[in-house]
């Protein structure tokens, strides 16, 4: 597997366009497109939160209902969540002005959306921001870029990544970009994220791939602990590459969930590196757990603790914080057990061991926790399975980014 | 029911006292004890955490297996958790220094630590203190008002209040105080709770009023969602009043607890309202549920938001991180029938109908979000059953307050 340049138009046969839409931003480009050239099998994971938006409920039946699917539109500022039949009618109305502009099918179009909660979205500016995506549409790196770019909120950069690696000679490739900066908490998948690949699998195997991988992925990022209410992933997949389709978990199906792994966990630690206001990622590994589940509860618990988020941000190795949100998290553990170290670029110390804290060097742990990538890995010591979870320190500009988002 | 000066030395027999011990804060108090003239029958709530401080174990002990409480030592600064064996020992030291000054059973001596995790507590301070608090024991208001200081941390104000009542002619009396303001999201009981009261009840009538009431009090209360090592709430009843003792589940019951029931939410509100860095109350009150569970699910999940508070702080009437709140929290609802009000003393005003936003005027919503105390009121439309929350607002200061606590 390569690690390459690109992102969403990185496979081939994928185009993506970006256009100044004026949706609510000024003076920003706010609107997107992703496009395939051949239609895609396609999957897609959603939020688990009972309010769901309406685009939400749009690629839901997409994903489930639809044949295959070619296009995606989307636009930054608006959420289109908590709309009613008015927000879902517009789902429906872009899709069928892309479809026309695109000549294909309305029920291959999906439709994203990220920005403020009910507020119903400007359809003229949507259709007339249709009209400038298509023409625009483009296979350059330069447009996924500009794509990536255009679907940011509070993000402070862009989010994308790609991979090729072969399968029977043939080069596959899987490129894919996202946004989220807070409302981060995903329980499904993350705010949005886009993932395209030119491989040729069936449907079946598509769908279960990326279900199976959200879960150690996107749903291990957590900025502030609020599940959004558009949490979107959609994966699609053209066939382009050539190579003979992937109908069962052999070889080349390893190698497409290796790929489709990379792309999606570096686009999580993404997300979570750019939480909102964020100056470091914090990532937790649970060790030694009984079961996969009990280190995922763990883990979720730390990176979520607002105390401890806060501790990283004055690099404080406030070590009682990480023990205590174990303790809440409802996982059973003894705390009379647990090793626990900090680690990062600057190297790795332990800090408490058997639940006690060893005599170490609070201006050496400082110094670790300087770092923009920190990690904490507490050991239970009572199994083999672990887990891995990231999130960010909370800041004053988490608090001034969320005081007066909508003004 | 009157609402009468005080706290702990509200009722008879109570005495307090406060002293200057140097535990971890310097030119302040930071010692704290409560004793009663008769020994008392004592319920006690305690954390739920799975990392229980060592206090917790030991007056846990007390409550379940001694035959009466007289005393409880408190110190600030140290939470004597995650201290292992050494940390439980120093709790049993704290307790005969104190009994043999006090010429009680050392199994009548009930001890509260809050501060840093992870320290052990300096003992001969900690002697030297309970040895300057035995003789200035005093059953004035002051001393009760002082003894709330010495127990804070980052709190910015004491927390007392006392309520007496009658039972047949005799004036009964119920007084607390409280400390709590950061990892504060009690699950049984708050950080630190002491109500005294000199009714003669039956220890079970005691321990089933206590254990019903923080249901609704202290455990409906989320400064920041992260459930401390160390919360408890103590409830000390010496009898002293004179009233005939209450046996069953008479009308003197229902005075006594709805007598106790305003302590504790009074309380419970002030460690709210005070929540570090808070500058508004937050409640959130949900109606028109199927059930009292639901209800607590819902209102408890929106005032935990990290987003929802940090548009408190900005005075922004950002409803759909409310309703956002609500969809993650777990407890099915149809959010197409959900009616929001916001309300304060500066009026009141609903923002959504059936699920979406209202004409409202944003001005006016902006005046009554920017009160010190700010209610959200959420009808689901299903039932009968309610549940109110409280928290506080997302700021600056609690970042500042968190990132550097230990420093």
């Not at 507020?119 to 330069?142: H, K």
């Not at 070590?319 to 809440?328: D, V």
């Not at 060097?361 to 300087?370: F, R, V, W």
Request: contains cysteine; hydrophobic residues 40%.
């Amino acid at each position: 597997m390569e690690i390459i340049k690109g992102g969403v138009t990185a496979p081939k046969g994928f185009k993506a366009a970006n256009a100044m839409a004026g949706i609510k931003y000024k003076d920003r480009n706010d609107m997107a497109m992703i496009y395939s050239e051949q239609p895609c099998k396609a999957a897609g994971t959603f939020t688990t939160n009972v309010v769901k938006a309406a685009p939400v409920k749009w690629d839901r039946m997409i994903v489930e209902e639809s044949d295959y699917a070619q296009a995606i539109v989307i636009n930054a500022g608006i959420a289109n969540a908590c709309t009613g039949e008015e927000g879902y009618g517009y789902c429906m109305e872009t899709a069928k002005a892309a479809a026309e502009k695109l000549s294909i099918p309305y029920e291959s179009v999906c439709v994203a959306s990220t920005g403020v909660i009910g507020m119903q979205l400007p359809m003229d500016r949507i259709i007339n921001g249709v009209s400038m995506l298509v023409p625009a549409l483009s296979d350059t790196i330069e447009a996924g870029h500009a794509a990536a770019e255009a679907i940011m909120t509070t993000d402070t950069m862009p989010k994308e990544v790609a991979v090729s690696f072969e399968i029977d000679g043939v080069t596959v490739t899987v490129g894919g970009m996202c946004k989220g900066s807070g409302m981060i908490h995903p329980n499904m998948c993350t705010m949005l994220g886009f993932v395209m690949t030119d491989v040729s699998i069936s449907k079946e195997l598509l769908t279960q791939a990326l279900k199976e991988d959200v879960q150690d992925t996107y749903n291990m990022v957590s900025v502030d602990g609020d599940t959004s209410t558009n949490d979107t992933v959609l994966l699609f997949a053209n066939g382009m590459a050539g190579n003979k389709e992937i109908t069962s978990k052999d070889e080349n199906y390893k190698k497409f969930k290796e790929a489709l792994h990379y792309v999606n966990e570096e686009l999580a630690k993404m997300i979570a590196g750019d939480g909102e206001g964020a100056t470091a990622l914090f990532e937790v590994k649970v060790i030694g757990a009984e079961s996969k589940e009990q280190a995922v509860t763990l883990s979720k618990s730390v990176v979520t603790s607002s105390l401890t988020k806060a501790a990283i941000y004055g690099h404080d190795a406030n070590w009682g914080r990480i023990l205590c949100a174990m303790g809440y998290s409802g996982a059973e553990f003894d705390p009379e057990k647990v090793d626990l170290f900090f680690e990062s670029a600057a190297g790795k110390l332990q800090i408490i061991e058997n639940g006690v804290a060893v005599d170490y060097s609070e201006e050496e742990a400082t110094k670790i926790l300087s770092e923009d990538k920190v990690t904490a890995i507490a050991d239970i010591k009572m199994g083999t399975a672990s887990a891995t979870a990231w999130g960010c320190d909370l800041t004053y500009d988490y608090v001034k980014i969320n005081a007066d988002y909508r003004s």
